[in-house]
Structure formats: C-alpha cells, structure tokens
C-alpha cells in the first residue's frame, strides 16, 4: 500500500523518513497513534524504572508483615521484570558477542544477590543501575533531538516543472540530475544547478559569507543554498541533496558521538579488561575466604555475601559514567544554543585555548551592506545629496536585494521622503531605470550604467570605482539625467560584538583578526573593535602560516566561514566556523559550527569549555571515592549488601546529577 501523501509514480524512489512527514503523509490511519499517546514513549526506560522503585519501595515496606509477604514477592518479582529483565537480555547479547563488560558485571552480581537470599538488594541494585543508565540515555536523546532538530535551516522541498509546464512540489530527496525546478524571488535555491532561463541576482551569504548580489542568467551555475533576489530563475539540476549542507550537518551528529575525548577513550578500553578482573577476583574471594578467614560459604558472614558485595562496590559505574555524560550534557545545551559540537574532544581543545583568530567578512561583520557615503563624479553634482538619495530610495523601494536594503534603511534614517516614478522598468540581476519628476534616472551596477554615458564620464567613473573597491568597498551607481553618483557601501558590524570581545579578553584572551581586505578596511573593523593585532591582505595560504605559527606558540580557536578559510580552520587547534554564512568546505573543516552564527555566544561557548572539565575532574574524583570507601569495608564483612548498592548506585546518581549542571544555559 503506498503511504497517504505520495503517489503510487514515486513509490519506486525510496523517502527518507523525514521527508516522508515533509511531503504531508501520516504513518497510520490508527485513532489510537495521536501526538498526546505518542508522549508516553518518550523517556520510557527512564519512567518503568521509576515505576520500579515505587515497587521496591512497596515490597520492602510489605515484607515486615508476615501475612503480606505474598504480596511484597509479587511486587520484588515486578521490579525484577521492569529492571532486571532488559538488563538481562542486553547481557546475553554482550555475552554472545564476547563483550565482557560493565553492564554484564552489574547483572551478575544482582542476579546473584537472589541466590543468598539477598532479592531487596539486588533489587535495589537493579532499580539504581537502570535510573543511571536511564539517565544517561536521556541526556543522549536530548542532545541528538536539538542537533536533529536543526534541519530546518535548509529547504526540504523545490518546485519541478514537468514537460507540459505544470509545477508540482517535491521533496529535495526525490529530485534527481536533468530535473528541472523553478527557484522564485526571495527563495533558497535547495540543489545545485545551471539556468536554463530568467535572470536574477543571487546572493551566495549561505555560500561564501560575502552579502553581495550576483547577477545570474542563462547557463550560469547556481549552488544549493543561494537566495535568489528579484527576477526567476528556471535551473536545470546537476547534483543530487545528498552533498548539501544540510546532509553535512547531520552527518555531524554521528561525528559527535565518535569523537570522544581522550581520557573517555582511555576508560572505554579499561572497562572490559577491569570487569573481567573484578568477576574473577569476586569468585576467588568466595572460593578462598572460607579457608584463610575460617567463614562460611553462605549466609550474610559468609564468604559469598562478601564477594558479592565486593563486585557490586568495585564496580565503576560512576567512574565510567562521570566522563561520557559530562561531554554529552554540554554539547546537548550547546546544541540548545545553536552550537554544534563534533565531540567533547572539541571542548577539551577549546578550553586549552589561549588565542582566537577571527576572520573579519561574515564573522566579525554581518555581510550586510551600510551605505556609507553618496559621491557624485569628480565633485559634479546638479542635484543636493538628499534629493539625490530621494531618487535612489524611489527606485530601490521595488527591489529586495542588499543594496537595495541599505539604500532604503539609510533614506528612511534621514526621514527622505521618495515620489513617484514612471515608466518603472527592471532589469534582474543588472540594474533599474524609470522617470523621476521629469527627469531620467537609471540605477545599478556599474556595467549597466556605463551603457548609457559618454567614454569619458566611463573612464572617470572606472577610475573612481576602483579606488573604492580597493578598500574593500561595494558601490552602486546612480544617473540622474548625465550626473553621476557614486554610493558607497561596507560591511555592517555585528551587534554586541565588542562586548563579547572585550568579555573574551577578560579571560585572558589573545584576538588576532585575519582577513583578505585591504589594509584601511581592516584597520577601519579593527578600530571599531579594539582588537590590536590583525593581518590584511591576506591569501588562503597566509592565513595558513599565521595559524600554524600561533598553534604552535599557543591554543589558538580559529573563526570563520568561507571556503578560503577552511584550510586554517583545519590546522587550528579548534576551528570554528559559521553555519549559516558558511561554505560547506569550512564546516567539514571546522570542529565547531555556529549553526545560528550567533558568534556572540563565542565567549560564553569558553566559559562552558573551561566548566565541563571543571565537572569531568568534580565526577572522577567522587566516582573514584565512591568505589575506594567501600571496596575494602566490604571484603571485610563491614558494610551489608545494601549499603553497598547505595554507595555504589548512589555514586553513580550523583556524578550525573552533577553533570546535568552542565546543562544550565
């Protein structure tokens, strides 16, 4: 039966579940599936092990009435059903593929506590064990739900034009190469392409971190995440979704989990060997004592009740524990915050870090363009700056890209009002011309311009123009009759971005800003901000050198977002690199991704770096604690059963209530 929402021609083509739900199908015509049943799923290892403890709770309160102790085993008989038998099975699992580890040790040893009338505590062990590991579990979901969750910043559906000209919506994933799809004004564009017709203008901030228009027309390439700003474009598709941002991102999530720290892969390795050393030295225990200690086998002195509570002690639950779920509650409030971590080996680098190297373009900046200035050509002008402005914000009110954005912001700043215009006419990706009180006006880029002028005012105007971009200037250009005007635009600087630079210095931070702009408009970003040491003028392989020598020398977090930045940020000692301005290269080269670019966070992201070792140490040294205050008592004779459950489990508890402080935002 094909699924509500897809068609019976596109059943050959399999639908990765996401986009099943995307393309508006439901799973089950069931009335009993509804969102509010669907939260009883959730957490449920977590809730039966609660529900177990309410048991245990009631059986131990039960067994002290003699005409009740029925019913007190039925309930220990529950809890070993709800904690024991998942456990149990995920033994035998482990057994068959000879994995000897801690969760096998934990079992035996509950089971066990049955078998020298002990059931309460071995209960009371089961019950524990479960809510840690439950825990743990939970802390994990949360983490891969809020990364998952991300998927939202790329299109998931694009509009296809079949043969006969219809349009019809699909999923990105059933798009093959050949298609052909129609990207309309202000939409992302979802999959690499070449225009086959329209004209446009595409700004390629997702691409490249630069917020500048590019004019597209026929058989020009147009790449997955590009938005397009004024005219239609129809494309012809060259490359599947798969190799999207979106699928790079979610890659990530696997890379996060793999990744783990050292001293977390240090104890990984340990645990089997450490597991199998305490079952055999447990069973040497309950073999020996009875013949050095001169006890019995059995019975709560005996040299079995011992060994058991030696293994349930020994055992390093919370030790293994403490690492892992410190990593995973930080990168599950990181993720919270729009920051992707490939690992908690990111964070060990970062909070190593005693310098941050920050590009300037799309990370220190928006990539939204300021109008800074209005020239007119060579000191020329028959018309004031402000009715000059009133011509430009008149014509750019019916255009939607950045210069068009500054343009107006600016007008409406200095109140500017527009009047109308006739014979409006546009010309996507090019430029704009109409009637303005009588008066023939034209607005665009330089190219278009330079169309209508005399060869003289078009060398002057060259001229000009390349002054202004050699200090990293984007310029548009207005005629008004045959004046000429010049505006000038530069990047915007990010809000509050001082206050998280000076905040970063508090820590003792060294801020270097490398960037490939002229010198003026570097030391103009470098002013503003306060940072001392920058690198203008720089190639991909100068920002390379200066990288390399500072992770050399120091720590040193590199930030940025543009293909040309992705080999430094692969040779820092932690790359950090814009998710949504940034090119698919940087985040592949990158060890963190600022999903949201909210590079604001980038101190705060320091502080939760530092606080997570910080925790690991506070968890070790607790977990360590738990295992050598009971261990020997517990040879020994000294503490029972239970109380060995309860130092162990309770261990184990705390270090990952500890940990979960490392959620707090």
């Not at 590019?214 to 938005?227: F, M, S």
């Not at 019995?296 to 002195?301: A, R, S």
């Not at 409006?424 to 990706?429: D, E, I, T, V």
Request: net charge neutral; hydrophobic share 45%.
């Amino acid at each position: 039966m094909v699924p509500s929402g897809i068609t019976k021609g596109h059943a050959r083509h399999p639908v990765v579940f996401g986009e099943f739900f995307d393309q508006g199908a439901i799973d089950s015509l069931s009335p009993f599936l509804t969102p509010e049943s669907r939260l009883w799923g959730t957490n449920v290892t977590l809730k039966a092990s609660f529900v177990a403890a309410v048991f245990l709770f009631l059986s131990f309160a039960l067994s002290y009435f003699p005409h009740l102790k029925p019913i007190s085993n039925i309930l220990l008989i529950t809890v070993y059903f709800l904690s024991g038998v998942p456990a149990l099975i995920e033994a035998v699992e482990d057994l068959a593929n000879f994995d000897i580890n801690i969760d096998i040790l934990m079992t035996v040893a509950a089971f066990s506590s049955v078998l020298i009338g002990s059931g309460l505590e071995g209960g009371l062990l089961l019950v524990l064990f479960a809510i840690s590991g439950a825990m743990e579990d939970a802390v994990t979901l949360k983490a891969k739900g809020a990364i998952s969750s991300l998927n939202k910043l790329s299109p998931t559906k694009a509009t296809v034009v079949e043969s006969d000209g219809t349009l019809i919506e699909k999923s990105v994933k059933e798009i093959l190469p050949g298609t052909i799809i129609l990207i309309k004004a202000g939409q992302l564009v979802p999959l690499d392409g070449v225009v086959i017709s329209g004209n446009s203008s595409v700004n390629l901030v997702h691409l490249t971190g630069e917020n500048f228009p590019i004019p597209k027309g026929p058989h020009d390439a147009v790449p997955a995440g590009a938005r397009n700003l004024d005219g239609s474009l129809t494309l012809t598709v060259t490359r599947t979704s798969s190799d999207s941002t979106l699928s790079r991102i979610i890659e990530l999530v696997t890379q996060a989990q793999d990744a783990r720290p050292k001293l977390q892969r240090w104890f990984d390795r340990l645990s089997q060997n450490y597991a199998i050393a305490i079952i055999l030295l447990s069973a040497l225990f309950a073999v020996l004592f009875p013949y050095f200690l001169n006890i019995p086998f059995l019975g709560v002195e005996g040299s079995l009740y011992r060994a058991i509570t030696f293994l349930i002690a020994a055992s390093p639950c919370a030790l293994i524990i403490a690492i892992p779920i410190a990593y995973l509650s930080a990168i599950s409030v990181c993720a919270k915050k729009g920051i992707l971590l490939k690992g908690g080996i990111a964070l060990d680098a970062l909070a190593s870090c005693k310098a941050i190297a920050l590009d300037k373009t799309g990370t220190l900046t928006t990539g939204d363009l300021t109008l800074v200035s209005i020239d007119p050509l060579n000191g020329l002008a028959t018309t004031s700056i402000d009715d000059t402005l009133a011509v430009a914000y008149a014509m750019e009110k019916n255009a939607i890209h950045p210069i068009a954005k500054a343009i107006m912001s600016y007008a409406q700043k200095k109140g500017v009002q527009a009047g109308p215009l006739k014979n409006f006419r546009s010309y996507p990706g090019l430029g704009l011309e109409a009637q303005y009180n009588n008066l023939n006006v034209a607005i665009g880029r330089p190219e278009f311009i330079s169309e209508r002028i005399s060869l003289e005012q078009r060398l002057l105007l060259t001229n000009k123009i390349d002054s202004y971009k050699a200090r990293g200037e984007l310029v548009s250009v207005l005629l008004v009759n045959t004046s000429l005007y010049i505006f000038r635009f530069t990047d915007t600087i990010r809000n509050d971005i001082i206050h998280t630079l000076q905040a970063l210095q508090k820590q003792n931070i060294d801020l270097y800003m490398l960037t490939g702009d002229h010198s003026q408009s570097a030391q103009r970003v470098a002013s503003e901000l306060k940072i001392k040491k920058f690198h203008a003028d720089l190639t991909p392989e100068d920002k390379l050198n200066i990288v390399s020598e500072l992770s050399k020398t120091k720590g040193l977090a590199m930030v940025g977002d543009g293909i040309n930045d992705a080999p430094a940020l692969a040779r820092a000692t932690v790359g950090i690199c814009m998710g949504q301005v940034g090119s698919t290269t940087a985040i592949d080269a990158a060890d963190i991704v600022l999903l949201r670019d909210n590079i604001e966070l980038l101190d705060w992201l320091m502080d939760k770096a530092k606080q997570t070792q910080k925790v690991v140490r506070q968890n070790l040294f607790i977990a360590a604690g738990a295992i050598l205050v009971a261990t020997t008592p517990a040879l020994t004779g000294m503490i029972p059963l239970w109380l060995a459950v309860v130092l162990h489990e309770g261990g184990t508890v705390l270090v990952g209530l500890n940990a979960l402080r490392l959620l707090k935002k």
